[in-house]
């Protein structure tokens, strides 16, 4: 399901995008939002299957980690432009704006990173103390934004210099800078391991920013055009492709899915819960018991028996005594009846 809703998640959000950065970027644009009612459609459309795919995994982490491979696809477009110059010759323009800006590139090492933290949740499920957690909250913001800063000056110190210049010699370091900070976005999300509430922060600061420069275009690009240059042209349009709103959602969805699945492995490891079991169930694995099964000698009196009504007999035999045998002591059983002989 994953493999097959991601891309057509990021070929919406490139078409919409392309749309928005069209209109937005036109000469006399007036703030008139009317003509991207479609484009923002088609863009909520590929953000809610973005959703869906990161769902996925309160049930397999698998589907994650193989989409997560597919980022090596666009992080090699990143490193060597050469490779746009094919691209572009054999898709539609609509699908390879957002290739070019970075856009599958951060969707799909984000979705991977998550899939690899799920993955090591459900082998282990329990916390890493308070002190992680502490660091976890700290560094992960941090990681993700030198991390999302250093791909965006890497896409614009290389794969759009190159499309603008028809210059696709690989840049050294603009490639290794690209590469570096792929590694701290997926170092960022790793320490969702110690911390699930880590991301909350950065996806609550993508989402504003995503709203402001639809709600507040103008002061919003201002700000963004005070940027250092190259910055200044990917940061906006990649932002209107979409890329700030998957992820903050993205974030935010994995948090929820992050604390099921923590949840349901630590339920697996007490024993026979189940998932959909409530918190009664879980004080009751957590303490070795289980519905209706007390120990007898708390729960039921010691039985009591009526005296005997009969006294005590000896144990009788079955068979009487063979001919020249002594009876064993004890009651005996009356001699086994012979059928009426005839007289004589």
Do not use: C
């Not at 250093?150 to 614009?156: E, L, R, S, T, V």
């Not at 911390?195 to 639809?214: C, E, K, Q």
């Not at 992820?247 to 994995?254: E, K, M, P, S």
């Not at 035999?317 to 012979?338: D, K």
């Amino acid at each position: 399901m994953a493999l097959i809703l991601t891309p057509i998640a990021l070929i919406l959000l490139s078409i919409g995008g392309q749309t928005m950065n069209l209109t937005f970027f036109s000469y006399g644009f007036d703030g008139y939002l009317t003509p991207l009612i479609g484009a923002l459609l088609l863009q909520t459309l590929g953000l809610a299957l973005l959703i869906l795919v990161v769902l996925t995994g309160i049930w397999s982490s698998a589907g994650l980690i193989v989409v997560g491979i597919f980022s090596i696809a666009p992080l090699i477009v990143a490193v060597f432009p050469v490779t746009l110059s094919w691209i572009i010759r054999i898709q539609p323009r609509g699908w390879g704006d957002g290739l070019v800006y970075g856009l599958p590139l951060i969707v799909l090492t984000a979705l991977g990173a998550m899939g690899l933290v799920l993955a090591l949740v459900r082998r282990d499920p329990r916390p890493k103390g308070t002190a992680l957690g502490v660091i976890g909250i700290v560094a992960a913001p941090l990681l993700l934004t030198v991390g999302a800063w250093a791909i965006i000056w890497g896409i614009a110190d290389g794969a759009l210099y190159a499309l603008q210049r028809f210059q696709f010699d690989l840049r050294p370091a603009a490639a290794a800078t690209v590469f570096a900070g792929t590694l701290l976005v997926l170092a960022g999300i790793a320490l969702t391991r110690w911390s699930p509430f880590a991301l909350i922060l950065p996806a609550l600061a993508l989402l504003i920013a995503s709203i402001l420069l639809i709600a507040a275009p103008d002061a919003t690009f201002r700000m963004l055009f005070q940027l250092p240059r190259g910055l200044n042209t990917v940061v906006p349009t990649l932002l209107l492709y979409g890329g700030g709103a998957a992820a903050g959602l993205l974030y935010l969805t994995f948090t929820v899915v992050l604390l099921r699945v923590r949840r349901q492995s630590r339920l697996t490891a007490n024993g026979s819960a189940h998932p959909g079991d409530g918190p009664r169930a879980q004080a009751q694995n957590s303490a070795g018991q289980y519905p209706g099964a007390q120990n007898a000698q708390t729960q039921y009196p010691p039985a009591q028996y009526p005296p005997a009504q009969f006294p005590h007999t000896a144990t009788r035999h079955p068979y009487p005594p063979a001919p020249g045998q002594q009876p064993a002591p004890g009651q005996q059983p009356p001699p086994a009846p012979y059928p009426p002989q005839p007289e004589p």
